[in-house]
């Protein structure tokens, strides 16, 4: 079984990406074959990686994502390639790749949604998104499948109007490189650390609410003096973000780290982990933070209340609430057994959820199905 994903880019690291990497190191043990298609590959740190596990990556090297004509490119390789499964991701490559697949003919096509339509970082990017997604949702219905990485955004798209099968496929955590942290590291209730660090891992833009949690910081600061702020990423906005520090006398007590490859050493000092986001699908800096065994304390918003269980391991907050989201910290800041309870919790939780093997088979299972499905139709 051959299978093609077509996704936009190689360069920024997300959680798709990540699920690249991971089905990469199991390239021989897969029960099916695959390749990546990207319309650009700027940059060669992620795809380097790739590559060196035995990932094939093909890239248009297009200067332009938008650019109608990647349709006829992709129409070309699917014709070459002759894929079994067409498995394509977000919006545009959604648009671009149905359209490609529907007109080489191939089997199957799947369209993957990530988010949820309101993604998009400013107004003008989500009143375009708005509009294409019209056009998306009239293609996706011509698509054999759609799979999604959370219940809400499932609900979305049929209350949206797609009438064609979709199936909710929670996304993979690396579960070899957290256990490889635990071994080398042991576990983190045995650490002895005066400070307590709350923790975020994410990019710095304004989806993501970095501002609701450096206000909250700044009220919790004045009662807890041992307490700290550890922001890991980058993006956008870290200029405006160091600015705020300064401006509420926090900078002593925040940190900046930018991107970092090794996330789990990061991780592996935080006490508690925060995404006060406006928007998520399924956050797999949550699913991360989790498996490290940290108790979570997260916006209520899109997939994120389908892993973060409200007082069992960790606890939810209105979007954009800081009083509700500083209040929540204290509750885990003065509760040591709390955060304990918590994070065990959340690393069972996770384990059982997101394993890498789990979600091979989930998507072997429905690839097989829909081309069964397809070889019964036209055998009528």
């Known amino acids: 079984m051959k299978v093609l994903y077509v996704y936009k880019d190689f360069d920024i690291h997300n959680g798709l990406i990540e699920t690249f990497l991971i089905l990469s190191k199991k390239r021989a043990t897969l029960p099916f074959d695959f390749e990546v298609c990207v319309f650009r590959n700027n940059k060669d740190e992620h795809s380097k990686i790739f590559k060196a596990n035995g990932g ?41 790749g149905i359209i490609a697949a529907i007109l080489a003919k191939v089997p199957v096509v799947i369209a993957t ?64 490189e957290i256990n490889k942290y635990f071994k080398e590291n042991g576990d983190r209730s045995v650490r002895q650390q005066k400070d307590i660090i709350i923790g975020i891992v994410s990019r710095l833009s304004e989806e993501k609410r970095h501002v609701d949690l450096l206000e909250a910081f700044a009220i919790l600061a004045k009662k807890y003096p041992d307490i700290k702020l550890l922001i890991v990423g980058d993006g956008p906005l870290r200029g405006k973000l160091e600015a705020m520090t300064r401006r509420l006398k926090i900078d002593n007590r925040v940190s900046f780290v930018g991107f970092q490859k090794d996330v789990h050493k990061y991780l592996g000092v935080m006490d508690i982990f925060v995404l006060p986001s406006r928007t998520e699908g399924v956050p797999i800096a949550i699913a991360e933070a989790m498996a490290c065994g940290l108790p979570v304390i ?39 057994e709390k955060r304990k309870s918590f994070g065990t919790n959340a690393r069972e939780k ?17 690839y097989r199905a829909l081309l069964d499905q397809k070889a019964a139709s036209r055998s009528f």
């Open 350 to 366: 996770v384990y059982r959820s997101f394993h890498p093997d789990k979600f091979i088979e989930s998507h072997c299972q429905l």
């Open 56 to 96: 094939i990556l093909i890239n248009f090297d297009s200067r332009w994502g938008s650019n109608p004509l990647i349709i006829f490119k992709l129409f070309k390789l699917f014709r070459s390639k002759r894929p079994d499964v067409v498995q394509t991701f977000v919006l545009k490559p959604n648009l671009f």
């Open 298 to 336: 997260a916006s209520r918003v899109g997939g994120i209340p389908e892993i973060v269980d409200d007082q069992v391991n960790g606890i939810l907050f209105d979007s954009g609430n800081v009083g509700e989201l500083s209040s929540a910290l204290a509750q885990i800041i003065e509760d040591p």
């Open 113 to 176: 949604d990530l988010t949820l339509k309101d993604q998009a970082h400013t107004r003008l990017r989500r009143l375009r998104d708005k509009f294409l997604y019209k056009i998306y949702i009239g293609l996706a219905n011509r698509a054999n499948h759609i799979i999604c990485v959370s219940e809400a955004g499932r609900k979305e798209l049929k209350g949206l109007g797609v009438r064609v099968g979709v199936s909710v496929i929670p996304p993979p955590i690396n579960i070899d």
